[in-house]
């Protein structure tokens, strides 16, 4: 007889989450908050933001293991000359951990999303505080 528990363990976190839909839903929420607040809004000014959508949605559903390439730059590359400060990339997580959470993402995907996050900070910041 089949676990329903092992079943939901051996769905990729892409699957747990609603797949990509569910994962354009929480980047359009993201990107809303990121062009909302003042500090972060100016950053953005020069940016195609379809196009960085588009990578952002490739980027997460790839992190969580959904047959989906990331197509963008480099982070480093994509990042590099934006003078990214570490409290600009803090209020970045704050934002996605935020929108992941009211989307209901499980805590073990936040988890190792979040690893993913602090892994990347080097590429991104470029700007000591
Ligand atoms: C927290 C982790 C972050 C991740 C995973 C991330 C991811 C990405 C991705 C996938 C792209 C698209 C690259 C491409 O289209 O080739 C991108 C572009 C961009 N990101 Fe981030 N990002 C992060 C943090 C930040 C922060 C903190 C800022 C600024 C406060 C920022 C500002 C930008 C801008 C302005 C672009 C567009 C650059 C351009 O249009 O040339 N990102 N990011």
């Not at 079943?7 to 990121?34: C, K, L, M, N, T």
């Not at 990042?79 to 073990?108: F, N, S």
């Not at 990347?120 to 700007?127: A, R």
Request: aromatic share 6%; hydrophobic share 40%; net charge negative.
């Amino acid at each position: 007889m089949t676990d329903v528990d092992t079943v939901q363990d051996e769905q990729s976190p892409y699957a747990r989450v609603g797949g990509g839909a569910a994962v354009r839903v929480v980047v359009d929420r993201f990107y809303e908050r990121v062009m909302a607040d003042p500090t972060l809004a100016p950053y953005f000014t020069d940016s195609d933001l379809t196009n960085l959508k588009r990578h952002q949605v490739q980027l997460i559903s790839h992190l969580l293991g959904g047959p989906v390439s990331y197509e963008g730059r480099e982070l480093r590359d994509a990042h590099a000359g934006l003078d990214i400060t570490p409290e600009a990339y803090g209020r970045v997580v704050e934002h996605l951990v935020g929108v992941l959470v009211e989307a209901g993402v499980p805590d073990d995907i936040l988890a190792s999303l979040g690893e993913t996050l602090t892994a990347v900070q080097p590429d991104i910041v470029s700007q000591q505080s």
